[in-house]
């Protein structure tokens, strides 16, 4: 797929390897993918914040995929984290999933909707 996104890191501010401080997209179709849990197939949630991550990731590519775009035009992911996990063991498990792409991210730590999850992910990407 082409890539239609493109990152905007300003001198000014830090960078950092894992996300982008911005991200440019072009007027056009959108994907707003709903927050994924990691729940598989028959809607059973994983076991651990690991294997939570990834399947939720895993689950946005799909809706990615559908909507005929990649993960190479994410301009925006948003992680809703359980308070009670540490953030790094889930960015551990994002690059099984997800590899080395960069996008503006967003984190942050709420009390989950459903009983048992301890990760939520959504996802704004462009169309090509």
Do not use: C, H
């Not at 994983?46 to 294997?51: E, M, T, V, Y």
């Not at 989950?112 to 990407?125: K, N």
């Amino acid at each position: 797929m082409t890539e239609l996104v493109s990152q905007v890191d300003p001198p000014g501010i830090s960078a950092n390897s894992a996300f982008a401080q911005g991200m440019i997209a072009p007027a056009g179709r959108m994907v707003y993918v709903g927050g994924q849990n990691g729940t598989d197939r028959s809607g059973e949630l994983l076991k651990g914040i690991g294997a939570q991550t990834e399947q939720a990731l895993r689950n946005v590519l799909a809706v990615l995929a559908e909507a005929g775009t990649g993960p190479e035009n994410v301009v925006k992911l948003t992680v809703y984290l359980d308070p009670s996990v540490d953030p790094r063991d889930g960015y551990a498990a994002t690059a099984t999933v997800w590899g080395n792409r960069r996008t503006a991210v967003t984190v942050l730590a709420v009390a989950p909707a459903r009983s048992g999850a301890l990760v939520e992910i959504d996802a704004i990407a462009a169309i090509p």
